[in-house]
């Protein structure tokens, strides 16, 4: 663990040059805090009493994920620790926050990601339970599963890996298994299912690559590849691979329409027949 904030704040690199999303969040926090005075403890126990965007989510995550089991002290520590050892899993937060503002809008600051959407704070919390499982800590990472799963209806395999710049919108249902991958700049939306065919103890699970799109009840499954900047169809049931820059769509899905460019950017659910 971390001797204090100040080391945290150093050791990710903040001192001195704080990053343009900390600089907004901070902005948003103390304009709230004025509109809404209610809100100005929360506000500042959240946001604005840290020193860095990394102090500030270590301490938000814990206090949602806190509980009789394991204190809010205990996880923001574990939180601290994969922070100091793994600066990146910071700079992935920092882009996935950046996703939620680019592509959802419904967000008109960031405090609404940050303090309030579960997507986004799901994602956070299996990222530290990702670093866990790669230190062979397993029954630990579990336990950060179970409070995601309890706390936002979303359950991914601690052993999945996912990229930087993931928007998950909405994200009840959200299944991703164990042998899983998915990469930078991906969009998906409630309900979707990174599963497999049937009992199977090896890879056995979809590879999502960069800059999907995954409509809302997708389901993907068995050890399938989904192309750069493919699309699927909202309630699809995907079975085979999916080439680069493809639209498919149905059950099974197929197929439909023309090439698609940068799907996940463009959050565009709409299918070119060519009609």
Known sequence: ????????????????????????LRFDAQQQAQLEPAL????????????????????????KAGGPDMSALGIR????DAYLADPAIVAAAERDLQ??????????????????????MALQTHRVGHWLWGQGRETLAFFMQSRMSELYAVDIHP?????????????????IGETARV??????????????????FTDRHPKIGNGVLLGAGCKILGNITIGDEARVGSGSVVLSDVPP????????????????MKPAQTMDQKFDMGL
Not at 183 to 200: E, I, Q
Request: glycine letters at 12%; a neutral charge.
């Open 1 to 24: 663990m971390a001797d204090g904030r100040s080391t945290l704040t150093e050791a990710i690199g903040y001192a001195g040059k704080p990053a343009p999303v900390w600089q907004k």
């Open 40 to 63: 100005a403890s929360y506000l500042n126990a959240t946001v604005l009493n840290h020193d860095s965007f990394a102090e500030a989510l270590s301490y938000h995550l814990a206090q």
């Open 77 to 80: 520590e574990i939180c601290a």
């Open 99 to 120: 996703a939620v503002l680019d592509r959802d809008p419904a967000t008109r600051t960031t405090l609404q990601p940050f303090l309030f959407f579960k997507g986004f």
């Open 159 to 175: 052993a999945a890996p996912i990229g930087s710049g993931v928007f998950i919108d909405h994200a009840t249902g959200i299944v």
């Open 183 to 200: 990469g930078d700049d991906v969009s998906m939306l409630h309900g979707v299912t990174l599963g497999g065919t049937g009992k199977v």
């Open 245 to 260: 820059r493809c639209s498919v769509a149905g059950v099974p899905a197929k197929p439909v329409g023309g090439a698609c």
